[in-house]
């Protein structure tokens, strides 16, 4: 909304210093110190709220150290992200942006879904929560809404060709020689390959000529695919103080690079990836992201006042899906959400092995001494900070291989 005011100003009264707000980089800070300033001192009077409301984890019986002295800590913590969150972005952002009004819904629709899960657990006394099929049943209504809005919406276009096309500086303002041209496309990015994209509709190529304009039946439903993924990915590692807000902050830290350079013109140009005209405008609500994500965390950390519950968790891996899939980054997902994936197989293989060789030897044996994988570290007796900390490391890790496969192809 400041965004409107401020280009008004600068526009029709020709307020000096107005023009400030036109710049990404500036919304962009502005963004990230507003939501971390909220969820920080604001965050304190939520937490009291739920306290007051008697919202507390209610914790199941797994035998690990410190888990029983985490019973009626504040849950439905995920509140504070949302809030911290979307506040700066309806502040700062272009609101008529459809990746904007794409990652707004994402973040209402995902929060809405854990809301409902973590009220039935706290309320209604059920451990289990909102059904697993009802889940999926949101997660695939948003995949359609994604996907749908990414492949139909006119202004969801593609440059691929900025390499190829020189820009210069005439005075203070970048010009392109040559008229651009761009277009509908489901081309994504292909990590680590010299020529690095890859068309979903090529897929269909067999099927003959106009195959292009069926590429929605590959698209949608691998759209559906990774947020349901991740969702459930980021709903899994939230399983210890600290641990799915800071590896999260670590991948949204990333994409908002990728999300900013493939936004920017002389930058794709430079690296020579696909343009990606007004997807620059993610970086606002990266930054109010990542600043919420941390100001979380002052509570979040060990040993934790709150915790998100799904209502955090499963906005958490909405948002990253959809930022993926918008700045046509998601098969880099498995690499730089290595944590996610890892939390995901460990359940996978886990249940898998188990009900393999319970009906092969009439006896389940298991691979991890507990999962997800950072139960596993838990039963053998490392403290959960350590393991905390060391997962942020290899988050840290994957994060900068994924940015440098920017220029490592």
């Not at 710049?23 to 300033?37: D, P």
């Not at 691929?160 to 008229?179: L, M, P, R, W, Y």
């Not at 920017?264 to 997807?279: D, G, K, Q, V």
Request: charged fraction near 15%; glycine fraction near 10%.
């Amino acid at each position: 909304m400041l965004y409107y005011l401020f280009d008004y100003l600068n526009k029709i009264l020709n307020i000096p210093g107005a023009g400030v707000f036109q710049y990404i980089t500036f919304r962009s800070a502005l963004a990230f110190m507003l939501s971390l300033l909220l969820s920080t001192i604001y965050g304190k009077r939520v937490i009291s709220f739920l306290r007051n409301q008697q919202i507390g984890e209610t914790v199941r019986e797994l035998g690990l150290a410190g888990q029983n002295e985490k019973a009626g800590t504040p849950t439905m913590g995920g509140l504070i992200i949302i809030f911290a969150t979307l506040i700066p972005v309806m502040l700062f952002a272009k609101l008529h942006n459809i990746y904007i009004v794409l990652l707004i819904v994402t973040t209402l629709w995902m929060g809405t879904i854990g809301f409902i899960d973590d009220y039935i657990k706290i309320f209604k006394k059920d451990k289990q929560g909102l059904k697993g099929i009802f889940k999926v049943f949101g997660q695939v209504g948003l995949g359609l809404i994604v996907g749908s809005v990414l492949y139909f919406n006119p202004t969801v276009t593609i440059r691929t060709d900025t390499g190829k096309t020189d820009v210069f500086k005439v005075q203070t303002e970048n010009v392109i020689k040559q008229a651009p041209v761009y277009e509908k496309s489901t081309a994504t990015t292909i990590p680590f390959f010299k020529n690095n994209e890859f068309d979903y509709a090529e897929v269909l190529a067999w099927t003959g000529e106009g195959y292009e304009n069926w590429a929605w039946i590959i698209f949608i439903p691998m759209v559906i695919f990774i947020i349901t993924a991740v969702s459930n990915g980021a709903n899994l590692t939230d399983g210890i103080d600290g641990l799915a807000a800071g590896t999260s902050a670590i991948s949204v830290l990333a994409l908002g690079i990728f999300t900013f350079v493939s936004g920017n013109i002389i930058f794709s140009n430079y690296l020579n990836i696909m343009y990606i005209p007004y997807s620059g405008e993610m970086t606002v609500f990266i930054s109010a992201f990542v600043g919420a994500l941390i100001g979380f965390l002052w509570y979040n950390s060990y040993p934790a006042t709150v915790f998100m519950g799904d209502t955090g968790s499963l906005t958490i891996g909405g948002v990253i899906a959809v930022l993926a899939i918008a700045v046509r980054k998601e098969l880099l997902i498995p690499l730089l959400c290595g944590i996610f994936l890892a939390e995901n197989f460990s359940v996978v293989l886990q249940v898998g092995y188990f009900k393999y060789t319970k009906k092969r030897f009439g006896e389940g044996r298991r691979i991890f001494l507990m999962a997800p994988l950072h139960h596993h570290y838990q039963k053998k007796g490392y403290h959960e900070s350590k393991i905390v900390t060391r997962f942020w490391i290899v988050a840290i890790m994957l994060a900068i291989l994924s940015i440098v496969t920017l220029k490592l192809r």
